[in-house]
């Protein structure tokens, strides 16, 4: 390993690491809200949108990211249509074309993920709502929707972080992400490790922080769910009773 490798090309990582956080941060802010109607629409089994939204997440939670990257940068230019329309302009452009196809991406694996929480709200907390005479989208904000987020923590950390590693099929198309930033390190001065040994150490940084992140975020948004010690006066232990004679 030649450190000094890294250590001169530590602005070029740092380009990479912002674009991987911009884009894996953008995806999650756009795909987080848009997932929210579509996740409702399946799991009220809409007649309209439920089929739709299933065909669509069915599609891109069955085929592979980078396909799906493939088909948006590589499969769309093809079209005469496409190339003498106004979003040419954004879809000739590889970032551009990255950041779409994450969105889509995380948006259908996200609705999922909320669909199995809105699902799972027990039943008790729908009909305390209904007696409090709670309408329908009432009950939707101010119940399960807050429920189902707080259930959904665990597996939506899983998709963020499937996210950030699924980002690195953004070097495929000439975007400089922190994987793209260690291959061109590594062609540049005809190394095998020192570019990749550096990618993988900031992924799992990355990964670090957003573990210790979510990690925040459970304990603060269950707390409720922790057993509590039972306290005397003092604060101290209950007292024992006294055995029955």
């Known amino acids: 390993m030649d450190f000094s490798l890294i250590a001169a090309n530590w602005d070029f990582f740092l380009i990479g690491v912002q674009n991987t956080i911009l884009l894996v941060a953008l995806s999650l802010a756009i795909g987080g809200p848009l997932s929210i109607p579509l996740a409702l629409a399946r799991a009220y089994k809409h007649p309209l949108w439920n089929p739709i939204v299933w065909a669509y997440t069915y599609f891109f939670r069955g085929t592979p990211l980078l396909v799906q990257l ?14 003498e329309s106004v979003l040419w302009p954004v879809l000739k452009d590889a970032w551009w074309c990255a950041l779409i196809a994450f969105v889509l991406n995380t948006t259908a694996y996200t609705t999922e993920i909320l669909r199995g929480a809105i699902e799972s709200t027990a039943w008790g907390e729908v009909e305390a709502a209904k007696a409090m005479g709670m309408s329908p989208g009432q009950r939707v904000r101010r119940i399960i929707l807050p429920s189902a987020f707080r259930r959904a923590l665990p597996a939506y950390s899983n998709e963020v972080i499937f996210m950030l590693h699924g980002s690195v099929v953004a070097s495929t198309v000439t975007v400089i992400d922190i994987l793209g930033a260690g291959r061109v390190v590594n062609a540049k001065y005809y190394v095998a490790y020192e570019g990749f040994i550096s990618a993988a150490v900031l992924y799992v940084v990355l990964v670090w922080a957003i573990s210790r992140l979510f990690k925040y975020l459970e304990r603060r948004y269950h707390a409720h769910l922790r057993p509590r010690e039972s306290g005397g006066a003092g604060g101290g232990p209950a007292p024992r009773p006294a055995p029955a004679e």
């Open 70 to 83: 493939y088909l948006i940068y590589y499969g769309l230019s093809q079209f005469e249509a496409v190339r």
